[in-house]
């Protein structure tokens, strides 16, 4: 029985290493593509698992392959462990001997745990704990059950031989690979939030002056090579001092969370919204014709124009202002477009603010004094 132990032990050194490879797979992929992934990997780690295996007496055969696909449902869900169940399936009908029924049924009891345990404690996007592991260690040894497929005399020396051992190495493979498992998605998980963190603008939600420059570059790039049209519009919210001033920072703060609100609404999947000061935005246009532009700013302006903000009791109402770079084959460069875009602003709020300033595009990084198309009125903020 020790021997029996110490070789089911060993065998699951190996699966360390497919257990690390899991890292990749929560990395490069999403979805039911992650998914069949991961019932790849971990069909492919019950295989090795057959390769080194124990022999309890002629045609029955131990290993961990139930453990790697205990843990495939468990992470994976039902299409993980379907795959990793066919693999390891297939390939122990090719095995063949006195207990291959019993090893498929196990496979298959197996599959459901990991399959139950998944919906009930990683599915949703809940997060998963110890104690989790540590119950599905628990339930585990029902995969024992299939020694129920084997002839009487076999199953009662099987048992005597290999009941204790299998089912603490099996408790205790699904311990040490989960938690290997887990330790990597939680590093995965954690290292994704951080990238996201430094493209992101607390406050807003939306992007951050770091995320804006770099798809500005790749923007510019690709209307440098291929001629797609973009546009820029620069949006400065009107009186935002005087907000914090009368109704106190907390009720700017809403304010800079409705016109994110609005901006996700109003502009399109490909657009990039991003807040690069305190009250200043700027939204990236890509693919989009310069007629467009100034159409769908001033669709912005109307829609935070229509905004009520509920701060400490107060209803509040805010305006932008908006400058508008719709045709960017006029400017040599990125920094005369920005240039541009900042002018066009400048004017809207020299001459009244709620409202929409394009850009000259008749004169190549010249100041914005005749600023063509205006949009809007300035009321009373």
């Known amino acids: 029985m020790v021997d029996v132990g110490v070789a089911l032990f060993s065998n699951l050194g190996l699966l360390a290493v497919v257990a690390l490879c899991y890292?990749?797979?929560?990395?490069?992929?999403?979805?039911?593509?992650?998914?069949?992934?991961?019932?790849?990997?971990?069909?492919?780690?019950?295989?090795?698992?057959?390769?080194?295996?124990?022999?309890?007496?002629?045609?029955i055969i131990?290993?961990?392959?139930?453990?790697?696909?205990?843990?495939?449902?468990?992470?994976?869900?039902?299409l993980a462990a379907g795959v990793s169940l066919l693999i390891a399936g297939g390939y122990r009908i090719y095995l063949g001997g006195v207990g291959m029924n019993a090893g498929l049924i196990s496979l298959c009891i197996s599959a459901v745990i990991?399959?139950?345990?998944?919906?009930?404690?990683?599915?949703?996007?809940r997060r998963v704990a110890l104690w989790h592991l540590l119950l599905l260690a628990v339930i585990s040894p029902l995969t024992s059950l299939a020694f129920l497929a084997l002839p009487w005399d076999v199953l009662r020396e099987v048992f005597q031989r290999a009941f204790v051992p299998i089912s603490l190495v099996r408790a205790g493979g699904l311990i040490f690979l989960g938690i290997i498992m887990l330790h990597e998605q939680r590093r995965i998980i954690a290292e994704a939030r951080i990238?996201?963190?430094?493209?992101?603008?607390?406050?807003?939600?939306?992007?951050?002056?770091?995320?804006?420059?770099?798809?500005?570059?790749?923007e510019w790039a690709?209307?440098?090579?291929?001629?797609?049209?973009?546009?820029?519009?620069?949006?400065?919210?009107?009186?935002?001092?005087?907000?914090?001033?009368?109704?106190?920072?907390?009720?700017?703060?809403?304010?800079?969370?409705?016109?994110?609100?609005?901006?996700?609404?109003?502009?399109?999947?490909?657009?990039?919204?991003a807040r690069i000061g305190g009250e200043e935005f700027v939204v990236l246009l890509p693919r989009m014709e310069p007629s467009s532009a100034a159409s769908t700013a001033d669709r912005i302006r109307r829609a935070v124009e229509a905004e009520t903000v509920h701060a400490g009791g107060e209803r509040?109402?805010?305006?932008?202002?908006?400058?508008?770079?719709?045709?960017?084959?006029?400017?040599?460069?990125?920094?005369?477009?920005?240039?541009?875009?900042d002018r066009a602003l400048y004017v809207a709020k020299r001459d009244g603010r709620n409202r929409v300033v394009c850009d000259n595009p008749g004169a190549v990084g010249a100041p914005v004094t005749d600023p063509g198309p205006t949009f809007g009125a300035s009321p009373a903020v």
Request: glycine share 10%.
């Open 316 to 341: 509040i109402r805010f305006t932008i202002s908006v400058g508008v770079v719709g045709d960017v084959s006029s400017y040599p460069s990125r920094e005369k477009v920005m240039s541009a875009c």
């Open 222 to 273: 690709r209307w440098t090579r291929y001629g797609t049209p973009f546009g820029l519009m620069l949006i400065d919210i009107d009186n935002f001092k005087s907000i914090n001033d009368r109704y106190g920072h907390p009720a700017g703060d809403e304010v800079i969370r409705a016109l994110a609100v609005v901006l996700k609404r109003q502009t399109r999947a490909c657009d990039i919204a």
């Open 23 to 59: 890292s990749v797979v929560v990395y490069h992929l999403r979805g039911r593509v992650r998914a069949g992934v991961v019932g790849l990997l971990l069909g492919f780690g019950a295989i090795l698992s057959m390769l080194d295996p124990v022999q309890i007496m002629p045609g």
């Open 62 to 78: 131990v290993d961990a392959r139930t453990t790697m696909v205990m843990l495939s449902g468990f992470f994976g869900g039902p």
């Open 195 to 218: 990238r996201e963190l430094s493209f992101l603008d607390e406050l807003s939600g939306l992007s951050n002056r770091r995320a804006f420059y770099a798809n500005f570059e790749r």
């Open 114 to 125: 990991g399959i139950c345990c998944h919906f009930a404690f990683v599915a949703n996007g």
